[in-house]
């Protein structure tokens, strides 16, 4: 039996044993969460465990506001909230991410509107944000996509220029560095997320970070994740003025954030560590290109993905995947499925049931085409999954079963030029 065959050809598997694992919750959850309870209130405004969260997560970021909230969804919609985005506004968003990232933008009966990507940072291209440009216009919503920042010194410029504001939707990008600045302080608002699947977990939960460092800004975040509740102001008003919903984060989920975030940097590093292990060694497979970090950069990989070159491969990203699972790989053929517009909910423009609003405010069509590296990155990339506890063979191992599996299909495409 060649070595070299396939797995899924009945060749032996690379990878034989098992993944590292590890617990993501011990003790220092368990201490803090007594000490919640024992508050014997679980609101976040009366206890010290969402504050004492916050003020741990403004002091590495080196920022004087963020507002808490109940998951990465809500944090983005308490952005674009803050923002002033309302009825009839657009807001360009990204064609490949979490659906989590434009709720927020139909809840405020805006219109999401779709940028392109470069077509190996997966990341929006600042050329075609700035084709997107209308005179409704209101917000850029940036996604730093699995940890890899945005190139945000042009959107900034353009967001100046055309007196934008900027949302970065940092749900997969904790701790990521764009030359040299974290991700999440860059624009007028950071949102994460601390859902059970990111760096860092409380369950659900989510951050806002308000950039401006403006107190007023601040007070309005924070009550557009509390049903305008003034709270913060010196004489606290009931009044309402206009709509914001209930997003607060409980005693609890900030007990467990604040155990968590001691553990983030460690997380990150280590991510960083094996994506990089892995991004080096994808680019020198003959077929395969590499996600593209940008060196003054620091990526924090929440999942690694790649791209074949279908000019070499002699594969579709299907094939591929299923090669690699064999091999013991566990990984997905892209991402999300298909690019957020071709979704039903884009495609009828029903937000809400049997309505067309907002949609029927703008001139935005979502056809196919759209946003054509978008769909052309989802139709021929390869995510596999990371974790902090993996182990240095396992990524070693990963290296190999994709190095196998491409040396296989570039063979099969062009046999008189290899060995
Ligand atoms: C996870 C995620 C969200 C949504 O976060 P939730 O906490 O699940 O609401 C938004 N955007 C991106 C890019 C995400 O990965």
């Known amino acids: 039996m060649l070595t070299n065959q396939l797995a899924i050809h009945g060749g032996p598997k690379t990878k034989t044993t098992p993944f590292g694992t590890g617990n993501r919750f011990g ?87 779709f940028a392109d990507l470069h077509p190996y940072s997966f990341n929006l291209d ?9 005179e409704k216009t209101k917000a850029i919503l940036v996604v730093h996509l699995a940890g890899n920042p945005c190139d945000m010194d042009p959107i900034m410029e353009i967001a100046k220029k055309h007196n934008l504001k900027v ?19 860059i624009g007028d608002y950071g949102c994460f997320s601390t859902n059970d699947f990111k760096h860092i977990s409380t369950g659900d939960g989510g951050i806002v970070t308000v950039n401006s460092g403006n107190e007023q800004d601040y007070h309005r975040t924070h009550a557009f994740a509390d049903k305008n509740y003034q709270r913060l102001d010196d004489k606290v008003s009931r009044d309402i003025h206009y709509l914001a919903p209930n997003y607060r984060m409980t005693e609890l989920q900030g007990a467990v954030g604040i155990a968590q975030l001691r553990k983030l940097n460690w997380i990150c590093e280590t991510r960083h560590q094996y994506g990089e292990m892995l991004n080096s060694a994808v680019g020198v497979v003959d077929g395969l290109y590499p996600m593209d970090i940008s060196e003054q950069d620091y990526c924090t990989y929440w999942f690694y993905m790649f791209r074949l070159n279908p000019e070499v491969l002699s594969c579709s990203n299907e094939e591929f995947s299923a090669a690699l699972a064999a091999e ?48 052309e990155i989802l139709n021929t990339a390869i995510r596999i999954n990371l974790s902090e506890f993996y182990e240095q063979q396992d990524i070693e191992e990963i290296i190999a079963a994709v190095t196998k599996v491409a040396n296989y299909y570039s063979m099969e495409k062009s046999p008189a030029e290899s060995k």
Request: hydrophobic share 35%; with cysteine; proline share 6%.
């Open 27 to 113: 003790e220092e959850e368990v201490k803090e969460l007594i000490e919640a309870l024992n508050q014997n209130t679980l609101f976040y405004h009366f206890g010290k465990k969402v504050n004492q969260f916050l003020e741990d997560f403004n002091n590495m970021h080196g920022v004087k506001y963020s507002v808490a909230t109940s998951s990465g969804t809500a944090a983005i919609h308490v952005a674009l909230g803050a923002a002033g985005v309302t009825v009839g506004d657009e807001v360009i968003t990204s064609p490949i991410t979490d659906q989590g990232t434009v709720i927020g933008i139909l809840y405020q009966n805006a219109i999401p509107v």
């Open 126 to 134: 600042p050329k075609s944000i700035e084709e997107k440009i209308t």
């Open 167 to 185: 949302i970065e939707d940092c749900a997969q990008s904790y701790l990521t560095r764009y030359k040299g600045r974290l991700v999440g302080t």
């Open 328 to 375: 013991g790989i566990p990984n997905q053929a892209g991402y999300i499925p298909k690019v957020l517009y071709v979704q039903p909910m884009f495609q009828q423009k029903q937000a809400y049931l049997n309505s067309q609003f907002p949609f029927s405010l703008s001139a935005q069509d979502y056809p196919k085409g759209l946003c054509p590296v978008a769909e």
